[in-house]
T-cell receptor, first 110, second 113 residues
Framework: RKEVEQDPGPFNVPEGATVAFNCTYSNSASQSFFWYRQDCRKEPKLLMSVYSSGNEDGRFTAQLNRASQYISLLIRDSKLSDSATYLCVVLNNAGNMLTFGGGTRLMVKP | DTGVSQNPRHKITKRGQNVTFRCDPISEHNRLYWYRQTLGQGPEFLTYFQNEAQLEKSRLLSDRFSAERPKGSFSTLEIQRTEQGDSAMYLC???????????FGEGSRLTVL
């Protein structure tokens, strides 16, 4: 089993739609969690951290369920510019290694 | 530009040749990471440095791979006797300690013919 698993997609959604991605992780001792965004042929960039209480940044909401070991990302009112690959990332309990999932590809269409 | 810099950006080599990539991290970042990414996959951890010390090394990193960060600033990743399976994007990232935010360079794309 991979340490961090994501549905690769692609998720094809119309502009304005709400879309959600889930990610599961295997190490229950993992310390912190993040969503990164990677545009085609570009490097990954931090989108947002995921806090135990859940957190929101504009149209993006991230949630963590430690008991079930999954993380989610919700995007409301999708824009064409949201088209990208979203990478779920887990920081190990030693706080020194970030493990990336395989990514979920989102395509927002007019 | 004060971001993470990698070079060369592209390298095409024949099987069996050695290649070396260089990464210049953000200057105040003490952690430096190397990842490898192939098409349709997420970045896979290879190794990381805290200052000049190499603290973790993935099992993916065979003995043909070696990384250094001699003065705790720039780093090099060398691949000896390249194989076609080494073809990938090699990403370098840096960070401050105790943070999950990695700042990636644009990567060095390796093609082994």
């Amino acid at each position: 089993r991979k340490e961090v698993e994501q549905d690769p997609g692609p998720f094809n959604v119309p502009e304005g739609a709400t879309v959600a991605f889930n990610c599961t992780y295997s190490n229950s001792a993992s310390q912190s969690f993040f969503w990164y965004r990677q545009d085609c042929r570009k490097e990954p960039k931090l989108l947002m951290s995921v806090y135990s209480s859940g957190n929101e940044d504009g149209r993006f909401t991230a949630q963590l369920n430690r008991a079930s070991q999954y993380i989610s990302l919700l995007i409301r009112d999708s824009k064409l510019s949201d088209s990208a690959t979203y990478l779920c990332v887990v920081l190990n309990n030693a706080g020194n290694m970030l493990t990336f999932g395989g990514g979920t590809r989102l395509m927002v269409k007019p | 530009d004060t971001g993470v810099s990698q070079n060369p950006r592209h390298k095409i080599t024949k099987r069996g040749q050695n290649v070396t990539f260089r990464c210049d991290p953000i200057s105040e970042h003490n952690r430096l990471y190397w990842y490898r990414q192939t098409l349709g996959q997420g970045p896979e951890f290879l190794t990381y440095f805290q200052n000049e010390a190499q603290l973790e090394k993935s099992r993916l990193l065979s003995d043909r791979f070696s990384a250094e960060r001699p003065k705790g600033s720039f780093s090099t990743l060398e691949i000896q006797r390249t194989e076609q399976g080494d073809s990938a994007m090699y990403l370098c990232a840096s960070s401050l300690q105790h943070t999950g935010e990695l700042f990636f360079g644009e990567g060095s794309r390796l093609t082994v013919l």
